[in-house]
């Protein structure tokens, strides 16, 4: 072969086309570098603060400005529309799915309405709308005490800084209406100086600190669980200043939680029909959470609920809070190699199962609770229904483990099946018990239950008053609320950016 | 740089060293090409038979002569040293661990005997062995038909073909005492001419063909599994022939099966205590491996129990066929990246889970069982007993069909617990009716249960005179047995190899 310089020499239009050529190639080069330098400037410029955020920041929007991915994402939670086996979208009224909650829960608010829950972002709106909080016409009425805005809103830390956390607990809900307005948002979870994940509920840190533990220490992995472990947890309103606290003091399990609470001799409030002295299980999904595969696997509640998402060359966190069938691509499959079908497949048919324990718990323990009603009625006495109420009272506190919390079939399904066979199993115990007490005061025919079909029959059952409810409701969110973002509205243009 | 010859030529040395240097290298070449090529021959003449088989050959000891990898790992079946949570190693006696079994099992045979089965090469031996045999003195005596040896020998096949299937079948047991003596092995599960995997039971074809399937169309993944079926299920033996049947002809599922049980008028025994009309369920381990995730994820029985070895340069099936416990490394490690330990956590686990639920199960079908003895003794009617005893047989039956299979409680944790949450709800709900017939005929004491604490008092409540069965069966080992095994010995010698 030739040297290229000779073989030139004698064919010119070679040159050329290897200097064109060249000039092309270089071109093309230039553009594509020019596209990663972009790209690059993108992921440096992406998170240049544009606002300097004020210390506790409660405004969602306020950081949006900063972080605008993070903030877009967020504020999807509004959407409402995603349906799945026993959520048929938009706050799906689950006393009406399933009037026998109406009974187990009498006497307590949730009897009153108790719904699908939404995004995040509907978290203030929902507490005002619901008839659980009632009508405080001002700042000293209840029903509920101010511990129930706690997981709310990112104006709580600012308010418990501002009112002392005992104080805070301690007044009435309806007291702060017009300071906690901002749905959860940015400031439960994020330092505004340094961005990084903080824990900003005081429940949380008592009660690591009274399992001897510095919640200070978590790694960045675990506090991508954590902060989302600040609400979504069984707890309790210890003593008349109704202090938010988590019962695990003797650890995590239902046994411990229970014994926990038995020893304290606390009860929720006395169930009317049966007058057990009942639990309340609210949402203990964090418990059941650890009692499953993912947990055992070092997954965070982040890595499902929260996946990374890719937008130019910004990678970021997926505020868009929810379940992760709702995005199986995105969460499941960046571990599980099989189909969405598939997989939902999966995950419907243990929650099949467990639903269907389910609904033979709450049929027993409705009727532990008429015919524990039947037996005061004939004249049992405290002593013959004592052990029944108990066995009631762990049953429903069984059932209402698994019931309460969002996912817990999913989360945990084994741990879900063996509370409910335990649930069944203490439920049927009270009711072999109550028809002997029944036979030894002369009745031995079957307790009749009365007509609870639907939700409205359910609520007259227990008698409740659903008209003079809802009609005061209506009245209150027509009068009082619209002050409430008045004045809210006024305090909020004070602050400076 | 001058060429090499130019080199060579100044410095002879380096010729030398170059030439020597080839030399080493060609001949290291020349033992890894002749490695490379015994490995090969290895496998070429792994299955060269030395011995040609018999249509239907019985022996495992002479397939082993052509099948020495297979055969050895076979022979290695009869380790009893694994131990797991619930098994302590070489036939636990299981009515000792858990005498509750005993009532629950009262007039059918397996409350005289019951224990933690062995491998396959065990089979003939323990099947003899075992009191719910009893001690023929002829091929007239029972109690067991010749359907019990269906799952115990390649001898089987042989004989169905001689017999014809139902003679097979209705003639007695202890007919064929001297017809069976090779224990589960090759014959089984292989075609002696090619090797390929043969289904030789008809229960199994039998059962396809109902529901419209051939099963000479399943694929050798398929079958990988479906050799295993022919024994590893749920079956009955069908009207007095004692025709062994799978009960699948409205599915798999426990309420497929049941129904189909309750549509045949079908029972296994009637309980003495209760005069429930019972079904015994026998290790279902396919029905409910098909209700768990790795038969979803199409995964085959000896993927786990029968993982791949390498010997040499020779892949072969292990046909040590066990716990995948016992091989973690060879089997679930194949596809799960955890830790041993953590492998066995997390199916401890679950068990844990599982046995909680099967334990109060069995406590509260045994008290139902005494309970509806008290409401016979106290004059209960047939027509008021009757919702009672079949609450009873339902109950018992979804627990037996968790605790008869091994290892269910690992294939299909979930649906075993929702069966056993069922069996409590069950077993509850006729010991609530049953409160309620009590206190009609004017019992409303709690009814005592024996004490039940071992197995000797156990059999004892229930009337059986273990030391007359213990010492008929001793006897009959001694005088009966080794006869069949001298008659055995020499129709085998006349077998031409």
Redesign the interface.
Known sequence: MKPINEVVKTKPWLGWILFLGTMALVFFIGLFASSIMERRAEVVFAYKPTVKLMDGEPRNEIWGKNYPREFNSYYKTQDTTFKSLYNSGNKTDMLAQDPKLVILWAGYAFSKEYNQPRGHWWAVEDIRNILRTGAPKDEHEGPQPGTCWTCKSPDVPRMMKKMGIESFYKTKWGALGFEIVNPIGCADCHDPETMNLVITRPALIEAFQRQGKDITKASHHEMRSLVCVQCHVEYYFRGDGKYLTFPWDKGYNIEDIEKYYDEAGFKDWEHPISKAPMLKAQHPEYELFRMG?HF??GIACADCHMPYMNEGGVKYTNHHIRSPLANISGSCQVCHR?SEE?LKE?MYS?QK??F??RE?AEQ?IVAAHFEAKAAWDAGAKEDEMKPVLTLIRHAQWRWDFTAAGHGNSFHA???V??L???A??K???A??QL??I???HNV???IEIPDISTKEKAQKCIGLDMEKLNSEKKEWLKTVVPKWLENAKLRESKYKI
């Open positions: 595969i055992d696997r099989q598939k999966n243990g199962k467990c269907e324990l033979k027993l399904p084994l741990e099946a063996r409910l066979g335990t069944i199993e439920a049927s115990d009711r072999v028809a002997r029944l036979a030894n031995t025919k079957p």
